[in-house]
């Protein structure tokens, strides 16, 4: 039987705490005291009879994920070529800054065109 200690910091390089510790597990959630945006340090060790081991190699992982959907585009006028559109940003970027947006169109001649 083999017991796995993880420890990770609190996100701004501080200390390590351990926080987990189970026996024959491949993979962990962690899912208390993480803030999206910081940068946190993973490290863990094993223990058999003989002892703990030296811990592993940190891994640094970054909380954030996808950004939340944009408002819907809304109609600001039209010519005979072009149409404007206003768009608004999205209102969370979930931890990590918005690098671009997408703006999908399709052939507009009946309900089943193609989004390009």
């Given at each position: 039987?083999?017991?796995?200690e ?6 701004l390089?501080g ?22 945006g910081?940068n946190?340090?993973?490290?863990y ?5 003989n002892?703990?081991s030296?811990y ?10 996808t ?5 819907a ?27 671009g947006?997408e ?14």
């Amino acid at each position: 039987m083999t017991l796995v200690e993880l420890q990770m910091d609190d996100g701004l390089q501080g200390d390590f705490t351990t926080i987990f510790s189970t026996v024959d597990r491949d993979y962990l959630i962690v899912a208390s005291n993480i803030t999206r945006g910081h940068n946190y340090r993973f490290r863990y060790r094993s223990k058999n009879v003989n002892g703990y081991s030296e811990y592993s190699d940190t891994a640094y992982i970054y909380a954030f994920s996808t950004p939340g959907a944009p408002p819907a585009p809304t109609f600001t006028s039209a010519t005979d070529t072009t149409v404007t559109l206003g768009l608004t940003q999205s209102s969370t970027d979930n931890g990590i800054a918005i690098a671009g947006y997408e703006l999908w169109i399709d052939a507009g001649n009946d309900l089943t065109s193609q989004f390009t």
